[in-house]
């Protein structure tokens, strides 16, 4: 069945340090997967998209990789700063569904130490 | 920048009484969306709608609930008798093409 799940439900880091978030999605069909940022008593944000056909992409000091073998998605963020801290979903959609539904992830909890 | 304003922030109803959550979306965006979240859960999808009509729901949009996009700027969800469950952050969300999604800041409703 279609599901988005994460391998880590909280993932402490020390300011500076790299973070890597993980998410296992298993609809093949799903082509198009984005990472949002969930901050306490706010609505998730976007941070960064990738299209099936992409294997990886990159933003400002975060950057998303795509292994559609394994259905994996990950999402790393460079140099982790307190203001990271938050909860971050991975979100798929499938365009033959023609609506734009995302299936989210159960997220992860990431927590930056000073 | 641009952003989906949603209306109230928190709302608080008996149960069995009708809700209406309002949003704003983007301006010139086409598809919309509405979501909730269960606290400490994920986000899931309620509803899409475009071109003035519901295009895809899920098994939780059942006849309690109903969306609206009155005039060219407001888009609203009515739950008609609410149950404890419903209890929930809901989420609107709005984008130009049919992927992704911004989201609004959320409405708290806390059904008693």
């Known amino acids: 069945g279609e599901s988005v799940g994460l391998h880590l439900p909280t993932l402490s880091v020390q300011e500076g340090d790299n973070s890597i978030i993980n998410c296992a999605y298993s609809n093949s069909a799903s082509d198009y997967f984005i990472w949002y940022k969930q901050e306490s008593g706010k609505g998730p944000q976007f941070i960064i998209d990738?299209?099936?056909?992409?294997d990886k992409r990159q933003g400002q000091r975060v950057t998303v990789l795509l292994n559609k073998t394994v259905k994996h998605l990950s999402l790393q963020i460079a140099a982790t700063q307190p203001g990271d801290s938050a909860v971050y979903f991975c979100?798929?959609?499938?365009?033959?569904?023609?609506?734009?539904?995302?299936?989210f992830g159960q997220g992860t909890t990431l927590q930056v130490k000073p | 920048e641009p952003e989906v304003t949603q209306t109230p922030s928190h709302q608080v109803t008996q149960m069995g009484q009708e809700v209406i959550l309002r949003c704003v979306p983007i301006?010139?965006?086409?598809?919309f969306y509405w979501y909730r979240q269960i606290l400490g859960q994920k986000v899931e999808f309620l509803v899409s709608f475009y071109n003035n009509e519901i295009s895809e729901k899920s098994e939780i949009f059942d006849d309690q609930f109903s969306v609206e996009r009155p005039d060219g700027s407001n888009f609203t969800l009515k739950i008609r008798s609410t149950k404890l469950e419903d209890s929930a952050m809901y989420f609107c969300?709005?984008?130009?093409?049919?992927?992704?999604?911004?989201f609004g800041q959320g409405t708290r409703l806390t059904v008693v």
């Open positions: 969300a709005s984008s130009p093409r049919q992927e992704g999604a911004f």
């Open positions: 990738i299209r099936s056909n992409m």
């Open positions: 301006s010139n965006h086409l598809y």
């Open positions: 979100a798929e959609t499938d365009y033959s569904g023609n609506t734009g539904k995302l299936i």
